[in-house]
């Protein structure tokens, strides 16, 4: 009896933390899948982002030149370039759709 109450305990804990990490943070979110490439800072200042050529997030003109539409569209499927090579995978399977909009609100603090 005294077992079962224990491994009842646990796994309440369990289903009550897992209740709490189903939606990441987005700044945890932002580190994991996209600061690799557009920098923890938005630059788009790191290795692969230099050679991607990607946008300064902080740029006040790149942040007017963006509309939210296009910003989720390209977070949930992807960026192709000119010639139809994938730049950027799409996030749709991994993110919901709320994560990718505070996502596109933590590029929008980026602006200086
Ligand atoms: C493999 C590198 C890479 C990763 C990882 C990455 N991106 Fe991108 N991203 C790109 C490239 C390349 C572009 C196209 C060039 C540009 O717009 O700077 C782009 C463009 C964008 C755009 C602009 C699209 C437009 O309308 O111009 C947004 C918004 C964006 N990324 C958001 C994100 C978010 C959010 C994440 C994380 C979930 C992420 N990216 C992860 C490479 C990446």
């Given at each position: 009896?005294?077992?079962r ?21 987005v700044a ?12 923890a800072?938005?630059?788009g ?27 989720i ?40």
């Amino acid at each position: 009896m005294k077992n079962r109450t224990k491994l009842l305990t646990s796994g309440l804990v369990f289903l009550a933390g897992a209740a709490l990490c189903s939606a990441a943070p987005v700044a945890e979110n932002w580190d994991n899948h996209c600061a690799k490439c557009h920098g923890a800072d938005g630059k788009g200042q790191t290795k692969v982002g230099k050679k991607l050529k990607l946008k300064d997030y902080t740029d006040a003109k790149v942040q007017a030149e963006l509309k939210d539409e296009d910003m989720i569209k390209a977070t949930a499927d992807g960026v192709r370039d000119s010639a139809g090579k994938e730049t950027m995978k799409g996030y749709k399977d991994e993110l919901s759709a709320d994560e990718i909009k505070e996502l596109i609100a933590h590029i929008r603090k980026f602006k200086t």
